[in-house]
């Protein structure tokens, strides 16, 4: 496969770790790992000391799916398989996709989301908001954009960058949408959880729909992203089983040590989400005020949900130039 650089990690290549002030992660800060280990019970901390650093299982550790389990309705351990989001992406679109399909996804957009896809020879079609206020992105826009060769639809709530969130009913009418057109539905969940208001968090898609796959790990809503762990979750588990053999061309398995402290991350998920809930309450209204006195610079509506928001810059140069 012949694919484009992806052009926001090229840049985080170049700057990332070197620039001074960095205001385009998405990620939450980082937790140190004696703080995770901090937390966990001595059943936990003995699977931590006591653990052999061989080959692990490709579907993800017993112990950590189990973990996984108790953060969803009707999805068990066999409906889940652990990987890095970025490989969990990868796979599924090799998986599901031919060339020729037709994929729908929302813009702006992380750009693996559909780079992939068009690299397979996927024609891309972009779902986009009605405006850079609100960002509201309508889902009578999204039917429209449905026709019988419409293979894939892909989402991302709460969404980088916008920090879009639908309400319950829009929300109801996607599912509805990728139903009705017996399409997959693979809704990138990474920032779940991540909302001013716990009954705002949207319930995932695996759940929801027969059809629909959700992505979800450690990377931005627990603040571990160095730990590369995520997970698809599915109720279909043909579709489950043909990325699992797909993955063994790849990384084959995670890294155990990584599995252990996910594990003990999600038994205590509430320790890691709600600190960084209150990180981003506290930053967005640092942010809000940071804006009001230099209004001339910048716009900048608070996000709904997720570590994220879309900042326009009142510039006479292009936002690449600028940064």
């Known amino acids: 496969m012949q694919i484009d650089d992806f052009k926001i990690e090229r840049y985080f290549a170049k700057y990332e770790f070197a620039a001074k002030y960095l205001l385009s992660s998405s990620d939450c ?4 790992l004696k703080e ?32 996984i389990s108790k953060h969803y309705q009707n999805i068990g351990t066999d409906n889940l398989l652990v990987m890095s989001p970025g490989e969990a992406n990868f796979c599924l ?10 994929v729908i996804c929302m813009a702006p957009m992380y750009q693996s989301l559909y780079q992939v896809a068009e690299s397979i020879g996927c024609t891309i079609t972009f779902w986009k908001p009605e405006n850079d206020r609100d960002w509201y992105y309508d889902p009578a826009r999204l039917k429209a954009l449905v026709n019988e060769k419409t293979k894939l639809i892909i989402v991302n709530f709460p969404h ?11 929300w109801a009418e996607i599912i509805h949408i990728a ?11 990474m920032y779940r959880s991540l909302a001013a208001n716990p009954l705002n968090v949207l319930q995932p898609a695996c759940e929801l729909y027969e ?21 698809l979750a599915t109720r279909n588990t043909v579709v489950l089983q043909k990325i699992e053999a797909f993955k063994d061309y790849l990384t084959i398995c995670n890294s155990g040590p990584a599995e252990i402290l996910s594990m003990i ?14 990180k ?20 900048f509506y608070p996000p709904k949900a997720g570590s994220t928001a879309f900042v326009k810059l009142k510039t006479n140069v292009t936002a690449m130039q600028y940064a």
């Open 29 to 32: 800060d980082g937790y140190a």
């Open 36 to 67: 995770v280990l901090t937390v966990a019970s001595e059943e936990e901390l003995s699977q931590w000391e006591n653990q052999r650093l061989g080959y692990t299982e490709t579907k993800g550790a017993p112990v950590l799916r189990e973990a």
């Open 93 to 102: 679109m090799n998986v599901l996709l031919q060339k020729g399909d037709e």
């Open 160 to 170: 980088n960058p916008t920090g879009y969130l639908p309400g319950a009913s829009d």
């Open 179 to 189: 139903r009705a057109g017996n399409i997959f539905l693979f809704s990138d969940e």
């Open 211 to 231: 059809n629909g796959i959700s992505l979800w790990g450690m990377s931005k809503s627990f603040g571990l992203a160095g730990l590369r762990i995520g997970w």
């Open 265 to 278: 991350a999600l038994n205590h998920h509430q320790l890691f989400i709600d600190r960084n809930n209150e």
């Open 280 to 299: 981003i309450r506290a930053n967005t209204a640092l942010f809000a005020a940071f804006q009001k006195r230099n209004s001339d610079l910048l716009d």
